[in-house]
T-cell receptor, first 115, second 112 residues
Framework: GAGVSQSPSNKVTEKGKDVELRCDPI?????LYWYRQSLGQGLEFLIY????????KSGLPSDRFSAERTGGSVSTLTIQRTQQEDSAVYLC?????????????FGPGTRLTVL | RKEVEQDPGPFNVPEGATVAFNCTYS??????FFWYRQDCRKEPKLLMS???SGNEDGRFTAQLNRASQYISLLIRDSKLSDSATYLC?????????????FGTGTRLLVSP
């Protein structure tokens, strides 16, 4: 079946511009996560949506970052007034409720470059 | 101090070698542990879960020592295709609101 998809796959923007990154989770997966991975670094947790509960935003690095999940499915991560340090690969993952293994399925990521 | 710590490597081994990676975690409330594999410029994928009793999947063996807060991954008879970054991962949180905490990964290079 279809996996997690993300768009765009690559995004180059100028410092100060806003960007929107999209994630389509696996159908039926109630949990959705956003991570950021900088070159040579581990995955940095950003935000987590679980069903209709209020999201866990504890990983968002600044108020320039926000995310929405509409209808319990598609999610959009928005970065306002981008800075060069925002350059990274942004990964989305989804997980099925009640999965005993707690496996997260990752999308291919969006590579963001801020010039 | 990072919540999940790994030696970044790289570990350079010849084909057929046995290699072991270690990982430590600082949050004793972490409930479950996993190894994910990430190929270059690709997304992470689950390799295996880690149980206190130890578990084996083909050439891969994972162990958890809760007393020492230590996790290991052993790869026997290394293949060229095992070259990747191996991410140690801890799960924390309560039912319904759980999240994974990733280590920075250990890079493995298997050479002919």
């Amino acid at each position: 079946g279809a996996g997690v998809s993300q768009s765009p796959s690559n995004k180059v923007t100028e410092k100060g511009k806003d960007v929107e990154l999209r994630c389509d989770p696996i159908s039926g997966h109630t949990a959705l996560y956003w991570y950021r991975q900088s070159l040579g670094q581990g995955l940095e947790f950003l935000i987590y949506f679980q069903g209709n509960s209020a999201p866990d935003k504890s990983g968002l690095p600044s108020d320039r970052f926000s995310a929405e999940r509409t209808g319990g499915s598609v999610s959009t991560l928005t970065i306002q007034r981008t800075q060069q340090e925002d350059s990274a690969v942004y990964l989305c993952a989804s997980r099925r409720a009640g999965d005993m293994v707690n496996e997260q399925f990752f999308g291919p990521g969006t590579r963001l470059t801020v010039l | 101090r990072k919540e999940v710590e790994q030696d970044p490597g790289p570990f350079n081994v010849p084909e057929g070698a046995t290699v072991a990676f270690n990982c430590t975690y600082s949050n004793s409330a972490s409930q479950s542990f996993f190894w994910y594999r990430q190929d270059c410029r690709k997304e992470p994928k689950l390799l295996m879960s880690v149980y206190s009793s130890g578990n084996e999947d083909g050439r891969f063996t994972a162990q958890l020592n809760r007393a020492s807060q230590y996790i290991s991954l052993l790869i026997r008879d290394s293949k060229l295709s095992d070259s990747a970054t191996y991410l140690c991962v801890a799960l924390r949180g309560n039912t319904g609101f759980q999240k994974l905490v990733f280590g920075t990964g250990t890079r493995l290079l298997v050479s002919p």
